[in-house]
């Protein structure tokens, strides 16, 4: 069983950066796919970013591209993903994923393990 430990939330004024970790423990497992996902109250779950485990392909949601930066520690076992020029409606909870499709996914579906997710907001 994979366990997610995501870190690094918390409260940052717009224009503002936070760095999130995930961190992956816990027994050995091949994993394709490392995602990060966000859910707004009173909104849906959406993908933000993801990469393959050897660190290419890496896909972004619109509404971040250019903003945020997805990169992965091979030796730690640990993904980031860099929030740069942040906005009020980047405020969300935010989750790591982990997949064993060897595709870097924007679907929910094909992401097996969950973190229990970080708190973001961005203040106007």
């Known amino acids: 069983q994979v366990q997610l430990v995501e870190s690094g939330g918390g409260l940052v004024q717009a224009g503002g950066s936070l760095r999130l970790s995930c961190a992956a423990s816990?027994?050995?497992?091949?994993?394709?796919?490392m995602g990060w996902f966000r859910q707004a109250p009173g909104k849906e779950r959406e993908f933000v970013a993801a990469?393959?485990?050897?660190?290419?392909?890496?896909p972004y949601a619109d509404s971040v591209k250019g903003r945020f930066t997805i990169s992965r520690d091979g030796a730690k076992n640990t993904v980031y993903l860099q929030m740069s020029s942040l906005k009020p409606e980047d405020t969300a909870v935010y989750y790591c994923?982990?997949?064993?499709?060897?595709?870097?996914?924007?679907?929910?579906?094909?992401?097996?393990?969950w973190g229990q997710g970080t708190q973001v907001t961005v203040s106007s």
């Open positions: 994923a982990a997949g064993t499709s060897p595709h870097a996914s924007s679907q929910l579906d094909r992401y097996d393990y």
């Open positions: 816990r027994g050995t497992f091949r994993t394709y796919t």
């Open positions: 990469i393959k485990w050897s660190g290419d392909s890496t």
